[in-house]
Each structure stands twice: as structure tokens, then as C-alpha cells.
């Protein structure tokens, strides 16, 4: 439904001294767009669905349209966070992301944000392009600082640490796995997964042994499906990040919700190619292992998808 909304008072006949907030009464949302957003009528407010924290809404108006979304029970803290990281995706000019224009506090309690409304198309957009340009923004998006964001954020509403920290291996331990591990022990009282992944904490270092130099790169950190769209265009979009500087490959911690296909992959790895040590360099040799158990390879590596031709692949096939 389309609720009908006053026109913005900006254009009362005023004495300049006048405050335009006391003007405008108190609504931070529609002050900010009647204000430095440029517009002087907001001609319609619809509500947009497919979030699942939020109220997210659509901002028509005499100049551009706004993406608006509130929530009544956290400050304005989440916000900020999902604000810096889509300015910092944006900056790499890479992949479409919203540009964020505005966060504030709600009148009485809650929160919002304002940004760049993007008429999505009906199609989830290319595959391949999806891969290349997310393989671009993380060649782009470099940090000196190390792993972690400029600010703690949420995936969904989780809360999420991103202290700067040096090593990836003591980041991924501390900050997600164990972080995430006593937050589920506390509110599920689950010690069996709790003693699980105590034990994967300690491992991890085994599992990066051998594995090159690891450079931060900006991720969006919470990449699935409904993070992903297209524009008009057809070109991909993606929202509602997570963001922090990671392995590139902790990119795809979302992808068993994702739908990345092999076309995604290859055109992923095409500009940031596997490197030896990592899951999916690991993953191309397991697949040719099995292959070769099975008396089905051709010692050709037209056997393997494009993804797979890394170097020390090709040199167990020929
Ligand atoms: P939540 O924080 O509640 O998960 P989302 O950020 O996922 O909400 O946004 C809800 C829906 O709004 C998305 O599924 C998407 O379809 C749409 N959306 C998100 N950002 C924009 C935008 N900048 N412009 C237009 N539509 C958007």
C-alpha cells in the first residue's frame, strides 16, 4: 500500500532566522530529504518488502527517490556500521552498492538510514559478472590497518566484533568463531557445538599452514542470496552488508545460501586467482583426486572447469 504524505514546508514563506527543524516538527527522515537531500515535496512513501530486520521504505520525491529504513529498538550504532561499510564498497567503484546519504536517531527511541534508492531489475543479474566485479572489490578495497572494519557491526542483528588485528588466523579464531561460539552457548546452552568448535579454534592454524600471505581485502561479509540483486540494467547489486577487511575467501562463508554457480567461481577466479593452501585451491585437487580414483580423468585439463586452472593443478593432470 501507498501511504500518502504531506509535502515538505521547506518552501513556507519564513524570516530567514527561522529554525527549519522547529519548522518541520520531528521527523529527522523527512527534515534530512527536505533539507540537504535537495528534494522541496515528498510525493509518496511506499513500504518495500524482503528485509527481514527492518522497515524499509521507497521515498518518492520532487527530486530523486530515497531507500529509507527504521528500526524502533537499536540506536543508531547498527546503522552506522551498515553505512560505513556500504561507503567503503562504494568507494572501491566496483560492484553497485547504494551510496549512503544519512543515519540518525528516531524521536523518542530507534534509529534509520537514508541512501541512494536503485530501481532493481526483475532478474538476479549475471552470474559471471556477479564474480568479476565482487573479485574486483577486493582487489580494490586495501586496508593498512589489517583485519578487522572501523567499527564493531551486525550480521542480521548478531552482533559482530572487528577489532584491527594482525594475523587473519588469530582474527577468524577470536572474532568470528569464538565470538559467534559463546554467543550461541549463552543463549542456547548448546556445550556440544560449543566443544566442537572450541576444538575447530585450536585447529585453525593447522588448516592454514601452507598457505601464502594473506592480505586484507574489503568483504561485504554477509553475502547470500538476499543480499544479492541486479540493477535495471541488469547489473549486480549487493546490500545490507557485513563489511570488514578478510581472506577473500571468507567471502564465500555464505555461499551454501548464495547460489554462486560454476560461472560465478570462474569468473571470480579469473581476476583473483586460487591460491595454494586455500579451500578452493584444495577443493580443485580433492575434485581431480576423486576424478582420477574413478579412472574418469583425461589427462587434459579440459576435464576441469575453467575455476580449476591453477597452476599446480594442471601440473598433476599433464
Ligand atoms: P534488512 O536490513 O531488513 O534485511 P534490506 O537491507 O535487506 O533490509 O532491504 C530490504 C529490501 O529492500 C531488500 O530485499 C531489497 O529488495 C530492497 N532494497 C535494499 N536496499 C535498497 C536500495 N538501496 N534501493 C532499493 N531497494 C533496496
Redesign the pocket.
Known amino acids: 500500500p501507498t501511504i500518502p504524505r504531506p509535502v515538505c514546508k521547506r518552501n513556507s514563506r519564513r524570516s530567514a532566522g527561522t529554525s527549519i527543524r522547529a519548522m518541520m516538527g520531528t521527523d529527522p527522515i523527512r527534515d534530512w530529504i527536505c533539507g540537504e537531500g535537495g528534494a522541496s515535496k515528498i510525493t509518496r512513501i511506499s513500504p518495500?518488502g524482503?528485509?527481514?530486520?527492518?522497515t524499509?521504505l521507497r521515498y518518492d520525491t520532487d527530486a530523486e527517490t530515497f531507500?529509507v529504513?527504521t528500526n524502533r529498538d537499536v540506536g543508531p550504532a547498527m546503522f552506522e556500521a551498515e553505512a560505513a561499510g556500504l561507503q567503503a564498497m562504494f568507494a572501491t567503484g566496483t560492484i553497485r552498492v547504494?551510496k549512503p546519504f544519512k543515519v540518525g536517531a528516531l524521536p523518542g527511541r530507534g534509529s534509520y538510514i537514508i541512501?541512494?534508492?536503485?530501481n532493481?531489475g526483475t532478474s538476479r543479474g549475471g552470474q559471471a559478472e556477479l564474480g568479476r566485479q565482487l573479485a574486483l572489490m577486493h582487489k580494490a578495497g586495501k586496508t593498512d590497518k589489517g583485519f578487522g572494519f572501523e567499527m564493531d557491526n551486525t550480521i542480521g542483528s548478531t552482533p559482530q566484533p572487528n577489532p584491527w588485528t594482525s594475523d587473519w588466523v588469530t582474527f577468524f579464531q577470536e572474532h568470528r568463531l569464538r565470538y559467534q561460539l559463546q554467543l550461541a552457548e549463552k543463549q542456547y546452552r548448546d556445550y556440544d557445538i560449543a566443544e566442537k568448535g572450541q576444538r575447530l579454534v585450536e585447529k585453525l592454524p593447522y588448516l592454514f599452514q601452507g598457505v601464502g600471505d594473506i592480505q586484507p581485502c574489503l568483504l561485504h561479509g554477509d553475502l547470500w542470496s538476499?543480499?544479492i540483486?541486479a540493477d535495471e540494467k541488469g547489473a549486480p547489486v549487493i546490500?545490507?552488508p557485513a563489511c570488514y577487511y578478510g581472506h577473500h575467501e571468507a567471502e564465500f562463508g555464505m555461499s551454501w545460501c548464495a547460489g554462486f554457480g560454476s560461472s560465478f567461481y570462474n569468473a571470480y577466479f579469473e581476476v583473483i586467482p586460487k591460491q595454494p593452501g586455500t579451500v578452493s585451491h584444495m577443493w580443485a585437487n580433492y575434485l581431480v583426486g576423486k576424478r582420477q580414483s574413478k579412472g574418469r580423468v583425461r589427462h587434459s585439463k579440459q576435464n576441469l572447469p575453467a575455476s580449476s586452472y591453477h597452476q599446480p593443478v594442471e601440473d598433476e593432470l599433464v
Do not use: Q, T, Y
Open positions: 518495500v524482503g528485509g527481514c530486520i527492518n524499509a531507500f529504513k547504494p541512501m541512494e534508492h536503485i532493481m538476499g543480499n540483486a546490500l545490507d
